[in-house]
């Protein structure tokens, strides 16, 4: 039953480009979703866990964390009837390598 949905992101190469990197940059200016990545650095969560911790609806929680993995910056895994996301360390350290050459 277990499987990964990490694949669907739209950014699989190892390059970042300057329009991912300012949309990223973008994303992680909302308070929100930068707790969302920096919770799910620590550990797997899923959505509700997210929803409690933050303060907000599981139905807010669903739009950041679709903004998040479709930035390829959180993974996705079903297991069982709940779903639960991770970072993404490569594309942050993709980030992270095309900010230092840039800066």
Do not use: P
């Not at 993995?69 to 594309?91: C, F, P, R, V």
Request: a negative charge; hydrophobic letters at 35%.
């Amino acid at each position: 039953d277990d499987y990964s949905l990490s694949d669907t992101s739209l950014y699989k190469s190892t390059a970042i480009t300057e329009e991912q990197a300012l949309k990223i940059l973008k994303l992680l200016s909302d308070k929100s979703k930068f707790e969302i990545l920096s919770y799910t650095s620590e550990k797997n969560a899923y959505g509700a866990e997210l929803a409690e911790m933050l303060g907000l609806t599981t139905a807010t929680v669903s739009h950041h964390t679709s903004e998040l993995h479709i930035a390829g910056l959180l993974n996705i895994e079903k297991q069982g009837n709940k779903i639960y996301y991770s970072k993404n360390q490569q594309t942050i350290d993709n980030l992270l390598e095309y900010l230092q050459k840039r800066l």
